[in-house]
């Protein structure tokens, strides 16, 4: 079983990202996934999370309007649409689908 986000980088504010995780060794589709972030010397944050056949999803007040979670039974994948990222939105993100996580993928927003 495992997790791979890609998708992070470095974006000015305003800007936009996609992230995805990619899994492999099990089909995602039975399962709820979600997307988290940290950052240094914080615990880690509940950003999004979406139902295994993607009738119902969550958000995070901090990140609501702006970010979109989705997922491609059929790629096996649970991405994020980060859209008018502001400099707090710097993290870590991670996803997790079957109480496994992924590597993380670092995301900055910074002029």
């Known amino acids: 079983v495992q997790l791979v986000e890609s998708g992070g980088g470095l974006v000015q504010p305003g800007g936009s990202l996609r992230l995805s995780c990619a899994a492999s060794?099990?089909?995602?589709?039975?399962?709820?996934g979600a997307w988290y972030r940290q950052t240094p010397g914080k615990e880690r944050e509940l950003v999004a999370t979406?139902?295994?056949?993607?009738?119902?999803?969550y958000y995070a007040d901090s990140v609501k309007g702006r970010f979109t979670i989705s997922r491609d039974n059929a790629k096996n994948t649970v991405d994020l649409q980060m859209n008018s990222l502001k400099p707090e939105d710097t993290a870590v993100y991670y996803c997790?689908?079957?109480?496994?996580w992924g590597q993380g993928t670092q995301v900055t927003v910074s002029s």
């Open positions: 997790t689908v079957l109480n496994a």
């Open positions: 060794g099990f089909t995602t589709r039975r399962y709820g």
């Open positions: 979406i139902t295994s056949d993607g009738s119902s999803t």
